[in-house]
């Protein structure tokens, strides 16, 4: 699938602060995925989002589905020091099982 | 439930040897799908299996990788021979009827 442009590319954030990332395409997707990866594991589905629209949280976390259909963003709230990660979005078009990443979201946090 | 089973965890040979890679998806999703992760390329598909049929092989880099599903339990990825630019995490993930794809823990393969 095409790669999705996901922003920003890494962070470094204070803990118990509030944080932002967002992905964009020039295709409409009509479901998109925010996943976290640690080191040496695998993606790990954070929110599913499906409506254009839809706002969805999954406790410190809150996602947008965007009106557009184009975008989406993750928020983090209050973060803590196992928010560290590597985040990716993810899209899906319609009628296809194929999934478009983000090149992820290097989230660092300082104690 | 346990979720996408991969094994080995860890792989490492000499190129030129046969790897063969595992995988158990969640019970009742349908669709299997079979990624590398790079730093330099990030994470591409390779392949990816509905019902047990290979819809899209297009990512499949030679022919020397080969995959197959022969129900709907189980999956593997073989690469023969291995070279050392097939080092790399290999990820099965697998997808419900709604396309939420969960991965499994990776197999980290080095090929010297």
């Known amino acids: 699938g095409q790669q999705l442009n996901q922003s920003p590319q890494s962070m470094f954030i204070q803990e118990g602060e509030d944080v932002s990332m967002n992905c964009t395409s020039s295709s409409i997707f009509n479901t998109w995925l925010w996943y976290k990866q640690d080191p040496g594991e695998g993606p790990v589905l954070l929110i599913a989002l499906y409506k254009a629209g839809e706002l969805t949280s999954n406790g410190r976390l809150t996602a947008q589905f965007g009106i557009t259909r184009k975008d989406s963003f993750l928020n983090i709230s209050a973060s803590i020091p196992s928010d560290v990660g590597i985040y990716f979005c993810?899209?899906?078009?319609?009628?296809?099982?194929?999934?478009?990443f983000g090149a992820g979201t290097t989230v660092t946090v300082r104690a | 439930d346990a979720g996408v089973i991969q094994s080995p965890r860890h792989e490492v040979t000499e190129m030129g040897q046969e790897v063969t890679l595992r995988c158990k998806p969640i019970?009742?999703?349908?669709?299997l799908f079979w990624y590398r992760q790079t730093m330099m390329r990030g994470l591409e598909l390779l392949i990816y299996?509905?019902?047990?049929?290979?819809?899209?092989d297009s990512g499949m880099p030679e022919d020397r990788f080969s995959a197959k599903m022969p129900n709907a339990s189980f999956s593997t990825l073989k690469i023969q021979p291995s070279e050392p630019r097939d080092s790399a995490v290999y990820f099965c993930a697998s997808s419900n009827h709604r396309g939420e794809q969960y991965f499994g823990p990776g197999t980290r393969l080095t090929v010297t």
């Open positions: 993810a899209g899906r078009p319609t009628n296809d099982y194929k999934l478009s």
């Open positions: 299996f509905n019902n047990n049929v290979p819809i899209d």
């Open positions: 019970s009742g999703h349908n669709s």
